[in-house]
């Protein structure tokens, strides 16, 4: 069971640079989610999507993009990294009726 | 502004302990309050939840106690084994599909 899969692992960026994090889910759930992880924040939520072909911004969105053409994939794209987006980034989905998120390993980013 | 607070950031407890996690709330429509459990490298995954019309669930060492009026639930591990280190997120349901994550707490049981 592969389940929530992101890459890649690390990353280096440097600043002004492109990248795109990828997310794809076996599980078929319709919800999916991007966070972020800082050192004593917990979790906060980028953008999330409640089905293909819908986005929506979460409490942090700035300086992030997001598509969702397929149920399977998620992908989240940092057009001009900035030092301020060096963070440890999630993805999750969820099913329907209430069940709980399912989390990727994580993406590190460090932007320098 | 932080809807859910959690404390404390840190905790040592020794192997067999008791450790306490506490978290409070300020949106009474929260309707479901998850514990998520992550150790280095991995994502969170989810470890016990309750629903607000429930003051207590137990699963096997570890135990949610909820406190409705007092918009606060907690998690106890009992017996903590140094498996058990890890950081420990709570969490509230905002709506069917979304959850607002506590800031952590880093729990290390020393052997």
């Not at chain 1, 600043?15 to 759930?29: A, F, K, R, V």
């Not at chain 1, 989610?33 to 979460?58: E, H």
């Not at chain 2, 903590?80 to 952590?104: H, M, N, V, W």
Request: hydrophobic content about 30%; glycine content about 10%; some cysteine.
């Amino acid at each position: 069971n592969a389940g929530v899969t992101q890459t890649p692992k690390f990353r280096i960026l440097k600043i002004g640079q492109s990248m795109t994090l990828q997310c794809t889910q076996d599980m078929n759930h319709n919800y999916m989610y991007w966070y972020r992880q800082d050192p004593g924040m917990g979790l906060k939520l980028i953008y999330y999507s409640v089905g293909a072909g819908i986005t929506d911004k979460g409490e942090v969105p700035n300086g992030y993009n997001v598509s969702r053409s397929t149920t399977e994939d998620f992908p989240l794209r940092l057009e001009l990294a900035a030092p301020s987006q060096t963070s440890v980034y999630f993805c999750a989905s969820q099913g329907e009726g209430g069940q709980p998120q399912h989390f990727g390993d994580g993406t590190r980013l460090s932007i320098l | 502004q932080q809807q859910v607070k959690q404390s404390p950031q840190s905790l040592i407890v020794q192997k067999g302990g008791i450790s306490i996690i506490n978290c409070a709330y300020e949106n009474t429509a929260f309707d479901y309050f998850p514990w998520y459990q992550q150790f280095p490298g991995k994502g969170p995954a989810l470890l016990i939840a309750i629903r607000p019309d429930v003051s207590e669930k137990k699963e096997g060492r570890f135990t949610i106690s909820f406190n409705k009026s007092a918009k606060q639930f907690s998690l106890h591990i009992m017996d903590s084994q140094p498996g058990d280190s890890a950081t420990y997120f709570c969490a509230a349901r905002e709506s069917s599909y979304k959850l607002i994550f506590g800031s952590g707490t880093r729990l290390l049981v020393r052997p």
